[in-house]
């Protein structure tokens, strides 16, 4: 899988993993999550450095630091190819296969439905099948 695929589905994941889901599919999810988390906040420290070593401090109007830091102008294209470079990294992740039908199953014996939007499901595709 890319390291870009999963770091896109972040949101998607974090709304998955807070619906009512059969134990079992609960169960794939957990043990994936607990190395997607990996994966993710290693890439979000190397960004966050490269923005830190490309970058100068944002100040307010009054010239007073905001604590912000934004990439230098003249860094964008080359703190840009970085990012996307690493996003186009194929990462070793154990991907669960959890099923649709599974889900769509329980979620008749619910009183309170499982509550997913297209776009997640558009995110989450090499997930769910």
Known sequence: MKLGTLVNSKEALTRLSKQNLPI???????????????EISAFEVLRNNKILSYGEIV???????????????ENEEVYRNEIMELLTKDIEIDIPLIEMKEIIEYNKKLEKKIDMQVEDLLLLDWLLK
Not at 62 to 71: A, I, L, P, R
């Open 24 to 38: 079992e599919v609960s169960w794939k999810l957990s043990k994936f999550l607990k190395n997607a988390v990996i």
């Open 59 to 73: 100040k307010d109007e009054n010239g007073k630091d905001t604590g912000n830091t934004k990439v230098k102008t």
